[in-house]
């Protein structure tokens, strides 16, 4: 199979352009061979002998979308993945939503939810937390932009390093061994119907009525501006009083504004 060489610095702006218009995610320089290998396969899988025909290939054909946006998104994510979130969720956040909100189902909201760790990992700790909250209903909405990782979540079927921080005993109790697959490991029927599963741009869904949103390892891709646009779209989508999360590693400076950050031992949450 002939080889494409990397893209050149004015291929890599055309397309970095294009990643930001359909993604809003910004790609430095920096990422040219990163950026290169991924798109590479597109290509050559497209019989796209160059990145300049990928690019016209990209930009007429609307059915090479999804898998242009599947192939530039990181998606690395696994269970049990900074577990100080949780801890916040449980201790600060549902406390005071229940009180707020006590005859509400609780929805939560994992955005950029890639393969559906995260959004099992919270219905998991939520239901852990009605031991001393009490029984409570709710919905946990979990969105992400490529296909290909929703199409992954809904199945709920995890082995590896996905897996390997689950504390045994709730690995037991959250998920059965497959059947057909050794070392695969099933999130219950019971729990995976607790999550609503969907392909979407965070730069256009627009759930409302959320309690809880977690938005983590999502930001770091998109530039000030950007982060500021999203932060004001989590607000809006919030209940009077409902917290946002974030990763540990996010910039948070651009969440002063509306939000008020809470400090607790186990790190921040803002509340609106
Ligand atoms: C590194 S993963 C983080 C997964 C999970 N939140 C975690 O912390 O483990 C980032 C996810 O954000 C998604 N993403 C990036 N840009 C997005 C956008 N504009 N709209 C929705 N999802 C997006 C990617 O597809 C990817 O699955």
Redesign the pocket.
Known sequence: MADIPDLTSEQFRKFADLIRRE???TLREQKIVLLSNRLRRRALATGCANFDEYFAFVTSKPEERRPF?EAI??????FW??TASFDLMKKVALPQLLKAYPKAPIQIW??????G??PYNIAMEVTEAMKSLGVFPYQVIA????AR?VDFAKVGRYSGRKIEKIPPLLLYRYFRADPESKGQFLVRDDLRTKIDFRV????E?TPRNIHCI?????MI??QKADQEILIRRFYDALVPGGFLLV?HSESLHVLQADFTPVHCPDGVIYRK
């Open positions: 993604a809003s995610i946006l998104t990181t998606n690395e994510s696994y993945r900074s994992s955005a950029g939810c890639s393969t760790e995260e969105t992400d932009i490529s990782v979407e741009n965070l730069f869904s977690f938005c983590r390892n999502v891709y998109f990763g």
